[in-house]
């Protein structure tokens, strides 16, 4: 597996994100009232231009509510293109563009030496469908009814329905902002604590508010709301970026891996090349760590 740097730079790509596994049928108990803060806009307005990317260039991700009706659909008609469109790889399982990208993540989270790789409000069944059914979880409902999954469950290339089921009590127990704020607490000199924290409750809130395919380690991508989630994922790790950017910006540890190859242990650097599996160019991690460094350029409206 890759090392905990690695994984949250892949974060910053579309095709790519980090994952642990998601049981979280824990007793423990979440208190969603606890006092959060948010960070200052002093901070979370702070810009990082470089090379190509320019005030002039930045495109902003918005978040959903922020949406007008016509982006949504946009939103919707992209996904749907993308799972019109025949596959680019030979990835096990893979027939659509959109397949590519939930395969690539599938081949990585179980690649012998792999691992490339909010719950969001407001999203309703005209948008993204809706839970699944009572009887099997099958979403019936929007436009991604009746959808046939062919990657997945887990590491297998099989044919099943497209299944949720809603969790929302997980969703907001995990994903309070208190929570965050834990996070925010590690510099860049503790980054794998960092990592731990944020893989944790944070990433799995949506996963787990979800459910169905989205609580799937390898297959997840192949729920939709999978990209908003971790669009969501990834404004979080460049907001911890941005409370000190000398210090987090390009903050790295250990290995290439997490288990030891035969060929033994290869220092991360930030010249590593990230395989993308064929979805896409590989990329150096230097060139994914700064969102607006020229090879990504965008920012978050809030």
């Not at 890759?2 to 994100?17: F, K, Q, T």
């Not at 930045?58 to 469109?85: P, Y």
């Not at 999203?123 to 009814?145: A, K």
């Amino acid at each position: 597996m890759y090392s905990p740097s690695l994984l949250l730079s892949l974060v910053s790509l579309a095709s790519a994100a980090s994952h642990i596994a998601r049981n979280c049928n824990s007793s423990t108990s979440y208190n969603t009232t606890l006092p959060g803060h948010f960070l200052p806009a002093n901070i979370t307005n702070r810009t990082f231009f470089n090379n190509s990317c320019t005030a002039d260039t930045v495109s902003i991700r918005k978040e959903w509510r922020s949406l007008t009706h016509e982006e949504k659909l946009a939103f919707v008609n992209a996904e749907l293109c993308l799972m019109a469109l025949p596959n680019k790889t030979d990835l096990p399982g893979a027939t659509t563009r959109f397949d590519d990208f939930q395969a690539a993540h599938q081949q990585g989270t179980n690649a012998t030496y792999g691992d490339i790789i909010h719950y969001t409000c407001g999203l309703t069944d005209t948008y993204v469908g809706g839970n699944g059914s009572s009887i099997n979880n099958c979403v019936t409902t929007g436009p991604f009814t009746n959808r046939t999954e062919y990657i997945g469950p887990l590491e297998q290339t099989t044919d099943y329905c497209f299944a949720r089921k809603f969790n929302q009590t997980k969703g907001l127990a995990y994903g309070a902002e208190v929570n965050v704020d834990a996070c925010y607490e590690y510099g860049g000199t503790d980054f794998e604590s960092f990592y731990g924290c944020m893989a944790y409750l944070p990433h799995i809130a949506g996963h787990q508010a979800t459910g169905g395919v989205m609580t799937d380690v390898d297959s997840s991508p192949g729920d939709p709301v999978f990209y908003l989630h971790h669009n969501y994922v990834d404004r979080l790790y460049w907001q911890w970026q941005q409370i000190n950017a000398t210090d987090t910006m390009y903050a790295i540890s250990r290995n290439t891996t997490v288990t030891e190859p035969a060929t033994g242990w290869k220092a991360l650097t930030l010249d590593y090349e990230l395989d993308m599996f064929g979805v896409a160019d590989n990329a150096k991690m230097e060139d994914a760590m700064n969102i607006q460094g020229g090879f990504l350029c965008y920012a978050f409206e809030h």
